[in-house]
Nanobody, 123 residues
Framework: QVQLAESGGGLVQAGGSLRLSCVAS????????MGWFRQAPGKEREFVAA????????KYADSVKGRFTIARDNAKNTAYLQMNSLKPEDTAVYYC????????????????WGQGTQVTVAS
């Protein structure tokens, strides 16, 4: 089992920045590909970004390319999502996920999930 815990969400003005963290425990973090997903009220959970086990490859949803950056620090068992130039449409609960096989873009393929952290972007 891998336990994941997100933090760093909050309320920010449009154009602002936030950095989300996802701390993993229970298994060797470097064995897992990590993904970030988000879910807005009334919408399905959608892919945001993913990163391979050894800090590559990285993938991004088109809606966040150039604004968001995914990273990881295997020594700290932590994945990050740096979010810049935030927009009101980025408002959602953000989840991190882990999978040992591949940095998938589909949420259906991830084995482990955190509890989520709320990000609210005010216009």
């Amino acid at each position: 089992q891998v336990q994941l815990a997100e933090s760093g969400g909050g309320l920010v003005q449009a154009g602002g920045s936030l950095r989300l963290s996802c701390v993993a425990s229970g298994r060797t973090f470097s064995n897992y590909n990590m993904g970030w997903f988000r879910q807005a009220p009334g919408k399905e959970r959608e892919f945001v970004a993913a990163i391979g086990r050894t800090d590559g490859p990285r993938k991004y949803a088109d809606s966040v390319k150039g604004r968001f950056t995914i990273a990881r620090d295997n020594a700290k068992n932590t994945a990050y999502l740096q979010m810049n130039s935030l927009k009101p449409e980025d408002t959602a609960v953000y989840y991190c996920a882990a999978d040992s096989n591949y940095p998938y873009t589909s949420p259906l393929l991830y084995d482990y999930w955190g509890q989520g952290t709320q990000v609210t972007v005010a216009s």
